[in-house]
């Protein structure tokens, strides 16, 4: 079984910083990109940002230029935040995507469970 924890959420005032961790442990064999999600209250999870195995990025457009996501080896990554608005406020989730446990295993998602960052005014 794949286990994610995040790490790293709490309270800040806006144009403050926040970094985010998650940690995959458990029988991996591979994983093929690792992101952050957000999900603020009312509104649908969206993604925040994503890094491939290769080293390749995505960032949602409203964090450009604010958040930078990396990765340290090949089961841990982090979301740098910074010049935090209010409307960064959300549960942030870490998603493992396309999972393998063994060379020949089927691809699986993994989520955690979330991490609360709120951004005061």
């Known amino acids: 079984q794949v286990q994610l924890v995040e790490s790293g959420g709490g309270l800040v005032q806006a144009g403050g910083s926040l970094r985010l961790s998650c940690a995959a442990s458990?029988?991996?064999?591979?994983?093929?990109?690792m992101g952050w999600y957000r999900q603020a209250p009312g509104k649908q999870r969206e993604l925040v940002a994503a890094?491939?195995?290769?080293?390749?990025t995505n960032y949602a457009d409203s964090v450009k230029g604010r958040f930078t996501i990396s990765r340290d080896n090949a089961n841990t990554v982090h979301l740098q935040m910074n010049s935090l608005k209010r409307e960064d406020t959300a549960v942030y989730y870490c998603?493992?995507?396309?999972?393998?446990?063994?060379?020949?295993?089927?691809?699986?998602?993994?989520w955690g469970k979330g991490t609360l960052v709120t951004v005061s005014s």
């Open positions: 998603k493992a995507e396309r999972v393998r446990v063994g060379p020949t295993s089927v691809a699986v998602d993994y």
């Open positions: 458990g029988r991996i064999f591979s994983i093929n990109s």
């Open positions: 890094i491939a195995s290769v080293g390749s």
